[in-house]
């Protein structure tokens, strides 16, 4: 390995900021069945990869030939993959430039994506796509633009439906060559049994005809723990004039639920071929340490992988055989190496950093060369390690600090703290320490150990006198003490007239117990008062605050108000003399919750909402409610001249009562449209028609037995009379 490489590593690290952008590194080293070797290094931070540099072996040596650097929002989002190539010497950046760049709208929801390459000083686009949601954060529209030299060369878009459930029962997909004119060309509908898909109907768009024209039907299959065991797919053929399958997959997995095959027949003149399949085997951890597939006229591949102990991978074995029957094959080792030593360093201490043994030189990014190294200086250390076939390494990153002794003495101080309040004491922050909270010289053990904030709520609020003791590898210091003593807040009491609930179109009057410093707040009102009226539904608020000690307090009220129930005057049946008793009402409501109706003064009979026999008279109407609520309505009873006036005359009903066959008998002076309607005693119509003057015969067979009322409607003016239904 010539020195060249490892100049250029350290020269890599530094100017990519490798001491703040990572935590741990893995290379990767390839050789094929040819001997072409090349090598892979992958930089993480918290388990994110953030660089890869790749590296060809090329005149005994191993030159970069890219580097792709990737670029993450707080939420861990990716947002720009950018990669640079390197010429032949492995030295010098080439304008063949790309960029990968994307767009959030909330923590993990893309709305575009970006791919560019560097050409002429501008960043010239490859691809676009664009994702849309809708208000449940569903996707809704998927488009991709495609371009030819910078310049839009066609567009697609699958457009998204859902059910109840959120599954996408049908997608459509759009092309244009412009995203203005959109014309169709497949669709998908799919059913679901409840979040799993049941089957799939495919039609395809025709020019010709305008119309969807059905393609194929896929039925998919579950076992007993849903997971997804195979598919059925046919089609209508014309010829054959009949169902034909297509093609036929199925899946199997092992115990801990891992796919372990997959296979697809085809059905080519009605014989069963193997088409393409791939197997797969886990380790306990869930690894994949062996996969093998093949496909109808693509050959063979098979991968093998080895992880060890620390769940890292360790090798992989690759082959790969075409159907000419010419194969290749290649392995590749991963290497994970880190630095051992001290990483907090007292005033005046030192620390010896060592790298792993086994390596025929190592070279550290101080510029020393020995396998261990001393420090008495706070950084990042990483070095390079060399093997004795050339191999070169690199380790995680190794970070020292100057680890300083807690100061936090100081003098005694107390303050109060309102009874019903929160406090919270803070100490001066320092790096790997440990704060042990105390109250009366005993230890609170509700505190963090690395808080140096001591938080407590108004019930963990107790006096007495507070300190911490800091303690960390460097050193120990105590705290001065705090006495906390209790303040009392304002007593705040709201009292009122009366009830706090009650109906519709009454009142309640609030009241505070403090004048000056208490503020009222709610929706509908807020300001400093002393009392005030309340006619609508809420929850009331009565703030005070203490001007001396700053404490304040509050008084919650809940004011209840009914809604009056409805009530509806369905009919009237008004008396056929002046002293007649013999006038009906029927009332109705709609409210809940009702419990009485009623008549004042009282008359007549009452039959739940049905009054009969009453004299003529003004009465008031009234319905009751659970609550104690009332609605009311007057009324008046009297003698109703206009069937005179309207020239309708013997209005008669027989017989009365009946078995179902009704007659309906009267004289009409002007020929006006004459209706009829029958009304069962909860006011709800259940016959209805014409009459022509002189006698109608209407079969009322069909009711059940009980009373009716029979209404004859002229010009607006409506006449009842009660009948009878007998069986």
């Not at 014989?271 to 197997?279: A, S």
């Not at 390596?359 to 020995?370: A, I, R």
């Not at 003791?469 to 007239?497: K, R, Y």
Request: aromatic share 14%.
């Amino acid at each position: 390995m010539k020195q060249s490489i490892l100049s250029f590593l350290l020269l890599l690290l530094n100017a990519a900021g490798y001491s703040q952008c990572c935590d741990s590194v893995m290379t990767q080293i390839c050789l094929d069945n040819e001997g072409y070797k090349w090598r892979a290094e992958y930089y993480y931070q918290n388990s994110r990869l953030e660089k890869v540099v790749n590296y060809n072996w090329y005149d005994q040596q191993y030159l970069p030939t890219n580097m792709t650097t990737y670029t993450y929002d707080t939420d861990s989002n990716l947002t720009e993959v950018f990669t640079v190539r390197f010429d032949n010497s492995g030295s010098n950046f080439i304008p063949d430039t790309t960029r990968l760049s994307y767009t959030f709208i909330s923590a993990h929801l893309v709305t575009s994506y970006h791919r560019e390459h560097f050409s002429s000083g501008n960043w010239i686009p490859e691809q676009i796509s664009l994702y849309t949601y809708d208000t449940s954060s569903l996707l809704t529209i998927t488009e991709g633009l495609a371009f030819t030299n910078g310049i839009l060369s066609s567009a697609s878009r699958l457009i998204y439906s859902y059910d109840s459930q959120m599954n996408d029962t049908l997608r459509v997909w759009q092309s244009s060559d412009d995203t203005v004119d959109w014309s169709n060309y497949k669709m998908v509908e799919r059913s679901f049994v409840g979040n799993s898909i049941d089957s799939e109907a495919v039609w395809l768009w025709n020019d010709d005809s305008l119309n969807w024209i059905f393609s194929d039907y896929t039925k998919h299959y579950y076992d007993q723990l849903n997971q997804d065991t195979g598919t059925v797919n046919g089609y209508y053929s014309s010829y054959w004039a009949e169902w034909r399958v297509r093609y036929i997959t199925s899946n199997d997995y092992d115990p801990s639920g891992n796919q372990t095959a997959y296979d697809q027949y085809y059905i080519f003149y009605q014989e069963l071929e193997h088409e393409n399949w791939w197997y797969a085997s886990y380790d306990s951890a869930g690894h994949m340490t062996h996969w093998e597939a093949s496909c109808f006229g693509c050959g063979f591949q098979l991968t093998d992988s080895i992880f060890n102990s620390q769940n890292h991978l360790d090798s992989t074995y690759d082959y790969h055989y075409t159907h000419n029957g010419t194969g290749s094959d290649w392995g590749c080792n991963y290497y994970f190496y880190s630095l051992a030593g001290d990483s907090a360093l007292c005033n005046g201490d030192t620390t010896i950093l060592t790298a792993p043994p086994g390596f025929v030189s190592y070279l550290w990014n101080t510029g020393e060369s020995t396998q261990s190294i001393l420090t008495d200086t706070s950084g990042t250390y990483y070095c390079l390690l060399t093997t004795s076939n050339g191999d070169v390494f690199q380790s995680a990153p190794y970070i020292v600090y100057m680890l300083q002794p807690p100061s936090i003495s100081g003098p005694d101080s107390s303050f109060g703290v309102c009874s019903n309040g929160n406090a919270f004491l803070t100490a001066p922050h320092f790096t790997q320490t440990n704060y042990q909270w105390f109250r009366n010289d005993t230890a609170i053990n509700s505190a963090s150990p690395y808080d140096e904030t001591l938080l407590m709520d108004y019930q963990e609020v107790i006096p007495g006198d507070y300190y911490v003791i800091a303690s960390n590898d460097c050193g120990q210091d105590t705290s001065g003490t705090t006495t906390i003593s209790l303040i009392n807040p304002p007593v705040v009491e709201i009292t009122t007239s009366g009830a706090i609930e009650f109906c519709s179109g009454d009142s309640v009057v609030l009241y505070s117990n403090l004048s000056g410093n208490n503020y009222w707040y709610n929706s509908s009102v807020s300001g400093h008062l002393d009392s005030f009226i309340v006619t609508t539904n809420g929850t009331y608020y009565l703030q005070a605050f203490d001007t001396n000690t700053h404490c304040s307090n509050r008084d919650t009220i809940v004011v209840t108000v009914f809604n009056n129930p409805q009530l509806n005057i369905d009919s009237v049946v008004q008396p056929t003399c002046d002293t007649c008793a013999d006038a009906m009402v029927m009332l109705s409501s709609s409210s809940f919750g009702i419990t009485a109706y009623s008549i004042i003064p009282a008359a007549g009979n009452q039959n739940g909402n049905i009054f009969t026999d009453l004299p003529p008279g003004t009465y008031q109407f009234c319905v009751s409610d659970s609550n104690g609520c009332n609605t009311c309505i007057d009324t008046v009873i009297s003698f109703n001249t206009s069937i005179v006036e309207q020239g309708l005359a013997g209005f008669t009903l027989y017989p009365n009562p009946s078995r179902g066959i009704l007659y309906c008998e009267f004289d009409l002076q002007q020929k006006v449209p004459v209706n009829y309607a029958i009304l069962d005693c909860y006011g709800k119509e259940v016959r209805a028609g014409k009459l022509n003057p002189g006698n109608s015969m209407i079969d009322l067979s069909q009711l059940e037995a009980g009373i009716y009322f029979f209404t004859l409607s002229v010009q607006g003016n409506v006449f009842t009379k009660r009948i009878c239904i007998l069986k």
